[in-house]
């Protein structure tokens, strides 16, 4: 980018390449017009016209976003089989909505007569095919109706006029509910609905409260929310092209991930830059000189530090489950705005304002003399609690790392207490929910899994046997064939007797013993499918259950297929960044390891504290590639400083110098990113509570205890080993500075043995 500058005839230099940070006291000739206002001021037009586009289609998100489980499984999973076939026998693909009307005492005639008369004014509705019911409960003191709605449609909208006609058409003084999947999803819509509007205020709140704290100032932290929010509404133009043209199944889960990830991460990368502008202004009066040494000094990591979060999204794409899939590209998009507006957007803002970003407290501009001080143990310069941390590495480096190490191994003893094998949809949501309400009522006076059928196909010549196998497995009340797709063959005079035929197959319901979600149900369904199959090799067990089911067993497949590609491809891109092998595998082993303590103690806080039945099946996943890729970062963001300071001071001065001058603003980042995935636990979903724990604990982890004792402590003891193989890694002679080990400085780093030194580049 500098040889732009300078082919354009801006000719001063504003330090020498291989000290970026170095610049004689004189004053610089001013940078040509153009550099110092119209680019900045062309680039803050360029994304405010991206903000207003970028703003108003957040509101549009809802028109390309679904919540249906069935869509997010593979093609190939039994259960989307399944409903390939089930789609056949109808018209349109429908869900039902279960409606329960309860009484504390048996239903009388007259009452009886005017739930009749509801499922009149219900088919009036014309929200799907035929209503069926009222169908009394054996107590008589519960009927239910299933009305089929189009799961294409606004599932949350027609549900609610439902409630609204149920209400009104009960007889009077009933319970009325309106559950089964199309109520469930209903409501979990409605949960979500907090993601526009609550998430983001509560994120961005967060996010001001702590830069304000960090800064001291209103401008800067202004500014840097200004640059996360850009870069949020060019994400979801991004993201919203795409679900648009149908490349990705965006939900709500996407959603607000997307939103946190996106001000996390540009945040983050605002810090770092920022932290460098600041340097650069101690050093120099130019402000467009700061801007670009900042840019030159920040470029590497922030990029490196994006591309590998970018890289290890997208190897969801391997995932089989759609979901995930989905996810990938989804949040990729948003860390790729982040980081261009961090390298294009804040850097233009900075360079209009200058020092006065930093009002009241303006960076000052340092002597000459006082800028590169020599370094003996690289703790030269620096006060407070990185002194003190620094001191205590280069003091006692083997008993830090192996304290810390035996630490996060206790952690991660919890372990053993993950249940991540899926949980009920009806623990899902955590705020009151009137379809989760209902299924207790259906449960209570029917079947527990009316309402929510498990569905056979099979081939018409075996359907009698089928039929009759069905019947008799373990955890089926009832089963009947079906005509049309929909109308049970009861035996019961005036009911169809003959059952719907499509392409040799007929369809059948069973009506399971077990609540639809439960673990119990999904185990009659696997016994099903063992049963049915015996008889009809052919035969596929689908519905709700079936694809509860083949969800939680196809994202623990994946968990098992993405880990080893996410780790493969991290590792790579370290090897690549800080030319060693050695620091890469040493620095992924301690992400894992910080990703399994913070599994560790999540387990057990949502077991003994949170009271969780258990967690999803793609929260152990999700959790993985936020964690490592994020914790990955912030050691990108220390390591790669430690290597420009080992490069001049030495190996271990570099450590300790590269440690005292990142320490406060690694730190601020992950007290961002917490802050801001926290924010995730205000949307009453399950997933999301946990995932936010999860990644905002882990993150504190790693930025507490990896990044400021592990790490530094395990490279100071390693030495310039830690850079094997590369050139950095090889022994110097003694006459560079290099003092005998357990001098306590064991590196001189003197200004010579830097200047050698540089030369390994």
């Known amino acids: 980018m500098m040889d732009l500058f300078y082919s354009a005839g801006f000719r001063w230099s504003p330090f020498p390449k291989k000290d970026p940070m170095k610049q004689p006291s004189h004053r610089k000739p001013r940078a040509p017009f153009w550099l110092r206002w119209l680019i900045p001021v062309f680039l803050v037009s360029a994304w405010l016209a991206v903000a207003g586009v970028g703003g108003p289609t957040f509101g549009r998100l809802d028109e390309v976003s679904s919540n249906d489980q069935a869509s997010f499984l593979p093609a190939g999973a039994e259960a989307t089989k399944a409903q390939g076939w089930q789609e056949k026998f109808r018209d349109s693909r429908e869900i039902p909505a279960v409606v329960v009307i309860e009484s504390d005492a048996a239903f009388t005639p007259a009452q009886l007569g005017e739930a009749a008369e509801l499922k009149g004014k219900l088919e009036a509705l014309k929200a799907g095919s035929a209503v069926i019911g009222p169908i009394p409960s054996s107590d008589q003191k519960a009927v239910q109706l299933v009305v089929p709605i189009p799961s294409a449609g606004e599932v949350k909208d027609v549900v609610q006029e439902l409630r609204n006609e149920v209400i009104a058409g009960a007889p009077a003084g009933m319970r009325t509910f309106i559950t089964g999947p199309a109520g469930l999803t209903a409501d979990l819509a409605g949960a979500f609905a907090g993601i526009d509007g609550i998430l983001l205020l509560v994120a961005l709140g967060a996010v001001f409260a702590i830069l304000l704290i960090v800064y001291r100032s209103l401008l800067l932290p202004l500014a840097v929310l200004l640059t996360s929010v850009f870069a949020l509404c060019a994400a979801i133009l991004l993201v919203f092209g795409m679900a648009k043209l149908g490349w990705i199944q965006l939900n709500g889960q996407s959603q607000g991930i997307l939103s946190i990830l996106v001000i996390g991460a540009a945040t983050d990368y605002a810090l770092l830059y920022v932290a460098r502008f600041r340097e650069a202004l101690t050093h120099t009066t130019n402000r467009t000189a700061a801007v670009l040494t900042a840019w030159r000094a920040s470029f590497e990591p922030i990029f490196a530090s994006g591309a590998t979060v970018i890289i290890a999204l997208l190897c969801l794409l391997f995932s089989d489950l759609n979901s995930n899939k989905a996810l990938g590209p989804v949040a990729a998009a948003g860390i790729l705005c982040a980081l261009v507006a961090a390298l294009t957007l804040l850097p233009a803002l900075l360079a209009l304002l200058g020092r006065t970003a930093f009002w009241p407290f303006r960076p000052r501009l340092m002597p000459e003399g006082e800028r590169e001080p020599v370094l003996v143990t690289g703790l030269e310069g620096q006060k ?378």
Do not use: C
């Open 384 to 761: 407070g609690l990185w002194r003190a941390t620094g001191s205590l590495v280069s003091r006692r480096p083997r008993t830090v790392w192996v304290a810390s190490v035996l630490l996060l191994l206790a952690a991660s003893a919890g372990l053993l207490q993950l249940k991540a094998n899926g949980v009920p949809q009806t623990d899902v949501i955590l705020s009151a929910s009137n379809a989760v309400d209902g299924q207790d009522a259906l449960a209570r006076h029917f079947d527990a899994g009316s309402g929510s059928p498990a569905v056979i196909v099979a081939a018409e010549a075996k359907a009698g046997r089928v039929l009759e196998t069905v019947k008799a497995s373990d955890g089926v009340g009832n089963a009947y064939l079906l005509a049309d797709g929909t109308v049970p063959i009861t035996g019961a005079p005036g009911s169809p007797s003959v059952p719907a035929v499509r392409g040799g197959k007929v369809l059948l319901n069973a009506t399971l013993d077990f609540a639809a979600d439960s673990t119990d149900a999904e185990k009659a369904v696997l016994k099903l499918r063992e049963s049915v199959g015996a008889v009809d090799p052919g035969a596929l067990v689908g519905g709700v259950t079936a694809t509860a089911l083949d969800t939680n067993t196809t994202a623990q497949r994946d968990l098992v297929t993405i880990i080893p590609v996410v780790l493969g491809v991290i590792l790579v891109i370290l090897m690549l960044l800080l030319r060693s092998v050695l620091a890469p595998v040493l620095l992924v082993a301690s992400v894992v390891l910080s990703y399994a303590a913070a599994m560790g103690v999540s387990a057990l806080v949502f077991n003994n504290i949170l009271g969780f039945p258990g967690a999803d099946a793609t929260v152990p996943l999700f959790g993985f590639v936020f964690l490592v890729a994020l914790g990955v970062d912030y050691n990108i963001f220390l390591m790669s400083r430690v290597r420009e300071e080992s490069l001049k001071h030495g190996t271990n001065a570099g450590i300790l110098r590269g440690l005292g001058v990142t320490g406060g603003v690694i730190t601020s980042a992950g007290v961002v990113l917490a802050a801001t995935f926290a924010a995730l636990g205000v949307i009453p979903i399950m997933f999301l509570v946990q995932l936010a724990f999860i990644v905002a604990f882990g993150v504190l982890l790693d930025t507490v205890l990896v990044r400021s004792l592990l790490v530094p402590a395990l490279a100071y003891d390693l030495g310039r080993r830690i850079w094997w193989p590369g050139r950095l890694g090889r022994p110097e002679p003694a006459s560079v500075g290099e003092l005998p080990d357990g001098a306590g400085t064991r590196e001189a780093g003197t200004r010579e043995a830097g200047t050698r030194e540089a030369g390994v580049r």
